[in-house]
């Protein structure tokens, strides 16, 4: 998610203010029921609902309608492209409302390759053929006192993760280009303060991503695969990422 964007579509909807993000969230984990029926402006003193409604259904990809509608609903996420996805595959979204169900409908509607899922109060946008890495079971993932952006590097220094690459002729490309962090307009991700504890066992990655954002409880992981270019192909190698497109100081 781009820095200008991000900034934008929070002066678009009225709410880029010092300690207005975090006014309406709940505490402790949600239910399925109460994410689906969260409304994007649900105070229309912050935020402007037709201004939101147009940036939403403007032609856009996935992975941006999914970090601004999470991001103005404060709710964690994860997101999964498509294979070898590119930016450029913009679509038409048209929620019938600022319902959080609504929006995810609106995507699976334009991309029917996609699915949306809830599960322990984190909304997930994955492809219907699922990746096998993100099913990729752990025995035990035990990680203390860490930040967000320190839990998905823990868990990518896992040897059972970095196994499962293996196995699947995955690796991460070089230089690594990511876009981390919550940015407002002064050209730095800010790393998330917030620190915590995880321990699961026999978990697949998939279950560990959404126990480290629903920990932290605004970021939102994102996961994909590509094949490289063709002077940098090594034999079946293909290219992921996993990373965050969304998280908050």
């Avoid at 505490?27 to 939403?56: F, H, K, P, T, Y």
């Avoid at 002729?169 to 307009?185: I, M, W």
């Amino acid at each position: 998610m781009s820095i200008i964007r991000k900034a934008a579509i929070l002066l678009i909807a009225g709410i880029l203010a010092v300690g207005v993000l975090g006014q309406n969230k709940d505490s402790g984990q949600q239910s399925s029921a109460n994410i689906l029926e969260r409304r994007l402006c649900e105070d229309s003193r912050l935020c402007n609902e037709s201004a939101v409604m147009d940036i939403l259904s403007s032609d856009s990809h996935v992975s941006m309608v999914i970090s601004d509608s999470l991001m103005l609903a404060e709710l964690p996420g994860g997101y999964a492209a498509l294979p070898n996805y590119s930016e450029k595959d913009n679509y038409k979204f048209k929620p019938a409302s600022l319902r959080m169900e609504d929006i995810l409908n609106s995507i699976v509607v334009a991309e029917p390759r996609y699915k949306w899922e809830v599960s322990d109060g984190v909304i997930n946008i994955i492809p219907i053929e699922e990746y096998p890495l993100l099913n990729l079971r752990i025995a035990e993932f035990r990680v203390e006192d860490k930040t967000v952006n320190q839990m998905i590097d823990a868990l990518k220094q896992h040897p059972a993760f970095k196994q499962g690459l293996a196995a699947l002729n995955l690796e991460e490309p070089h230089p690594v280009d990511t876009d981390n962090g919550f940015v407002f307009g002064l050209g730095k991700p800010l790393e998330s303060k917030k620190r915590f504890s995880v321990a699961l066992k026999s978990a697949t990655v998939r279950q560990i991503l959404n126990e480290i954002v629903r920990q932290d409880d605004c970021a939102v992981w994102s996961y994909r695969e590509w094949y490289p270019p063709s002077e940098k192909a090594t034999g079946n190698n293909r290219y992921y990422d996993l990373g965050l497109i969304l998280n908050c100081p």
